[in-house]
């Protein structure tokens, strides 16, 4: 009979996010594959777990996956871990798994920590529809190409973003979705400097010039408003501004939130509120 593939999430950061699950499946495994063996080997010895490690990573997934495949058939026990966070998700693991779901092999994925679905929930957008994008390319092209595909989306959409692409990514975002687009910048998440920083694209680009991004982020960007609520009138949406100021919000922020609502800018708005 085959042995199972477990997909055991490991910290994004704190090492208390750990389960007591994770740590019983890495104990029982009869091997670990990991994404780098030294990054898992000190989680190991934090863990005070000694197990058999092979590697398994981009580069080598093919001619590894094939070896702890025919291990799987023969019966063995397998934990997959990547570096940190969920394996599978924007890490090796996909092929792996594809490749036992059609060899038969039975494949269990542990709950645990993962940055798209922590940075969502802490972000304060819609959480109701989402659409995962991970990393954008490298290319400026790709990456415009990719934005672009996503001008019309109203869904909340989840970035991943290293730090010396985040102010370029930010400016292509701007020019495509408009500099008034709500973001949640989610830095270093469970970590000792954890940083939510819920802003717009435009603020989020001055930020970046003021304070170089540093660490990992997640980002968390608004959807665009829907279709319907774009035939909104002006005098409509300047009279749900009006409103939203006799509550109480300031002239900026209640610009800002018909804005959001309505799919006006919100310089359009503020302007023709002071008529
Ligand atoms: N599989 C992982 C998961 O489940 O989250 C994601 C791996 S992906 C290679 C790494 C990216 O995840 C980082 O570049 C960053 O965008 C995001 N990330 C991981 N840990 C993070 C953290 N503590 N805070 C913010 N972003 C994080």
Same mark, same amino acid.
């Given at each position: /009979?085959?042995?199972?593939?477990?997909?055991v999430p490991t *910290? !994004?950061g704190?090492?208390?996010?750990i389960?007591?699950r994770?740590?019983?499946?890495l104990?029982?495994?009869?091997? !670990?594959?990991?994404?780098?063996?030294?990054?898992s080997?000190k989680?190991?010895?934090?863990?005070?777990?000694?197990?058999?490690?092979?590697?398994?990573?981009?580069?080598n997934?093919?001619? $590894?996956?094939?070896k702890?495949?025919?291990?799987?058939?023969?019966g063995?026990?397998? @934990?997959?871990?990547?570096?940190?966070? +969920? =394996?599978?998700i924007?890490?090796?693991?996909?092929?792996?798994? %594809?490749?036992?779901?059609?060899?038969g092999?039975?494949?269990?994925?542990i *709950?645990? =920590?993962?940055?798209v679905i922590t940075?969502l929930?802490?972000?304060?957008l819609?959480?109701?529809?989402?659409?995962?994008e991970?990393?954008?390319?490298?290319?400026?092209?790709?990456? #415009?190409?990719?934005?672009? +595909?996503l001008r019309?989306?109203v #869904?909340? /959409?989840?970035?991943?973003?290293? *730090?010396?692409?985040l $102010?370029a990514?930010?400016?292509? /975002?701007a020019?495509?979705f408009?500099?008034d687009r709500? !973001?949640s910048l989610c830095?270093e998440?469970?970590?000792?400097?954890e940083?939510i920083?819920?802003t717009?694209?435009?603020?989020? !680009?001055?930020?970046?010039?003021?304070?170089? =991004?540093?660490?990992e982020?997640?980002?968390?960007?608004?959807?665009? @408003?829907?279709?319907?609520?774009?035939?909104?009138?002006?005098?409509?949406?300047?009279?749900?501004m009006?409103?939203?100021m006799?509550?109480?919000?300031s002239r900026?922020?209640?610009? #800002?939130?018909?804005?959001a609502?309505?799919?006006f800018s919100?310089?359009?708005?503020? %302007?023709?509120? /002071?008529e």
């Open positions: /009979m085959a042995g199972t593939l477990y997909l *910290p !994004i704190n090492l208390g996010d389960s007591q994770c740590r019983d499946t104990a029982l495994a009869d091997f !670990i594959a990991a994404e780098d063996t030294r990054v080997l989680l190991l010895n934090h863990l005070g777990i000694k197990k058999p490690l092979v590697s398994y990573y981009e580069h997934q093919a001619e $590894s996956g094939e702890i495949l025919r291990r799987l058939l023969a063995e026990t397998c @934990a997959l871990v990547s570096d940190a966070g +969920s =394996p599978a924007s890490d090796p693991g996909e092929a792996l798994v %594809a490749q036992c779901a059609e060899a092999v039975p494949v269990c994925a *709950p645990g =920590p993962c940055a940075a929930g802490v972000s304060g819609p959480t109701g529809r989402f659409t995962f991970g990393f954008l390319s490298t290319n400026r092209k790709s990456r #415009r190409e990719h934005l672009d +595909s019309d989306e #869904r909340t /959409m989840v970035f991943y973003e290293a *730090p010396h692409k $102010s990514t930010l400016e292509d /975002m020019a495509v408009g500099g709500r !973001i830095r998440l469970t970590k000792l400097h940083e920083f819920r717009t694209l435009a603020e989020a !680009i001055a930020h970046c010039e003021v304070v170089p =991004p540093r660490g982020y997640v980002l968390v960007v608004a959807g665009a @408003a829907p279709k319907a609520a774009q035939s909104v009138t002006l005098e409509e949406a300047l009279e749900l009006q409103t939203l006799d509550r109480g919000l900026k922020d209640a610009a #800002r939130e018909a804005a609502q309505t799919g919100k310089n359009t708005l503020y %302007a023709a509120s /002071m």
